[in-house]
């Protein structure tokens, strides 16, 4: 797994596993409020497989930045975890009353209420993170390969 993210931005990027090289490979595009999230799936085998979500910059407001401390990350706490069909990778595991965002059947993206966050003028919703059904989706999860990539234009 490789994570991604652009703090000025507010970026950030979770690629469970390459695309393949071939036609099965599929980028989908889609909206929450004026924020774009562009989703990965390699659809070769019965089940699809979430490859890749991308949290396009300047889209959602990123919990553990803090713009008004030159992008501190003081609270940083990444999670994740299998329980049974749920695969869950939380950016805020603290998160209370999120909205639950299902582009697609098997992905759900957790984030903050109306009315949304506001910081230097700008009003987003808030990312706390994605559920996965794993029955309708497959997610490849390999920790043995954790890569994290933190820094500004990491995402270009």
């Not at 924020?35 to 979430?50: G, H, K, M, Y």
């Amino acid at each position: 797994m490789k994570l991604y993210c652009d703090p000025p931005r507010h970026a950030f990027q979770i690629q469970f596993s390459a695309p393949p090289a071939t036609d099965s490979y599929e980028r989908l595009s889609f909206r929450c409020e004026r924020a774009l999230v562009e989703i990965d799936l390699i659809r070769s085998t019965s089940q699809p497989i979430l490859a890749a979500i991308h949290f396009v910059r300047h889209g959602f407001w990123l919990p553990f930045i803090d713009p008004a401390k030159k992008f501190s990350t003081e609270i940083f706490h990444l999670s994740q975890r299998l329980n049974g069909n749920e695969y869950s990778f939380f950016l805020d595991p603290w998160h209370t009353g999120c909205k639950k965002w299902e582009p697609l059947p098997g992905l759900k993206i957790l984030t903050s209420q109306p009315p949304y966050a506001e910081v230097q003028g700008s009003t987003r919703p808030v990312l706390y993170g994605i559920e996965v059904d794993t029955r309708m989706l497959r997610v490849n999860i390999n920790n043995d390969d954790f890569e994290f990539v933190f820094g500004a234009d990491s995402l270009k």
